[in-house]
């Protein structure tokens, strides 16, 4: 009788658990079927993938005069920087690029008020950058998973 219980509370636990898978992969539109089902309007991950690269060579395309403009803007206020600290083109370059990730190592500080402003405004410019670039994947992941009309 024991051993009943036992695996009925396994099967419930195992029940509770593809519940729960099903819910996490539901907002992707990976839903599960059965294995008889047809594979007609299935969304499979290769599926998903290809559309998913294929709306974000799209919103990039859309919006690579702006990214552009900001990488050049952050190149040149790295190099202004360097200018100001007497740093060579190679690590103002890398300051500007370090600094606008977000990342800061630390291995390249600024001393000079102007170029610390100068550096705040790199920062700022990096993350309007990382978010657009982010707006534009997960437009195109919604777009993947059938849950935004596209362009």
């Known amino acids: 009788m024991h051993a009943l219980a036992c695996g009925t509370r396994a099967l419930e636990a195992a029940a509770e658990r593809q519940v729960q898978v099903d819910a996490l992969h539901q907002p992707l539109g990976l839903h599960a079927q059965p294995r008889d089902a047809s594979r007609a309007g299935r969304v499979t991950a ?26 050049v803007w952050m190149a040149a206020l790295g190099a202004a920087v ?22 800061g190592y630390g291995d390249l500080v600024p001393k000079l008020l102007a170029s610390r402003v100068l550096a705040i405004v790199i920062g700022i410019s990096g993350i309007v950058l990382t978010g657009l670039i982010a707006a534009i994947a997960v437009r195109a992941l919604l777009v993947a998973a059938g849950r935004d009309g596209g362009p």
Not at 46 to 71: D, E, N
Not at 82 to 103: M, N, P, R
């Open 46 to 71: 290769r599926t998903m993938r290809r559309k998913f690269f294929a709306g974000l060579l799209s919103g990039l395309r859309m919006v690579w005069p702006v990214v552009s403009g900001l990488l």
């Open 82 to 103: 360097g200018l100001l600290e007497g740093w060579k083109l190679a690590d103002s370059l890398y300051f500007a690029f370090v600094t606008g990730l977000t990342i």
